[in-house]
């Protein structure tokens, strides 16, 4: 059973950091590249960042690079995303998706995996 269960979201002020984790089972997850992707309330859903299968190479949205950092242990079967300068315009619903290649789809069907999604707001 495929299972995706994000966590670390909550309230933070502008110009605060959060991280965020997904942890996942059930599937090979060294043999997938996984995305972290977030829907605003009111708004469709949105291509964050990506990673590779090794982790060394990293992928961002413009609209996050340079703030937002994406990680991942595979010991852990986990994936993270440290957000650093959190913006109003950040707050959404992130979760995590898997597909065996590189993916920037913005949207839960263009992966064969995804999660439940944790909440992120800021706000001061």
């Known amino acids: 059973q495929v299972q995706f269960v994000e966590s670390g979201g909550g309230l933070a002020q502008p110009g605060g950091s959060l991280r965020l984790s997904c942890a996942a089972s059930g599937f090979t997850f060294s043999s997938y590249y996984v995305s972290w992707l977030r829907q605003a309330p009111g708004k469709g859903s949105e291509w964050v960042s990506a990673?590779?299968?090794?982790?060394?190479?990293?992928y961002y949205a413009d609209s996050v690079k340079g703030r937002f950092t994406i990680s991942r242990d595979n010991a852990k079967n986990t994936v993270y995303l440290q957000m650093n300068s959190l913006k109003p315009e950040d707050t959404a619903l992130y979760y995590c998706?898997?597909?065996?290649?590189?993916?920037?789809?913005?949207?839960?069907?263009?992966?064969?995996?995804w999660g439940e999604g944790t909440q992120v707001t800021v706000s001061s």
């Open positions: 990673i590779n299968t090794g982790g060394d190479n990293t």
């Open positions: 998706a898997a597909n065996p290649y590189y993916s920037d789809y913005g949207g839960r069907a263009g992966y064969d995996y």
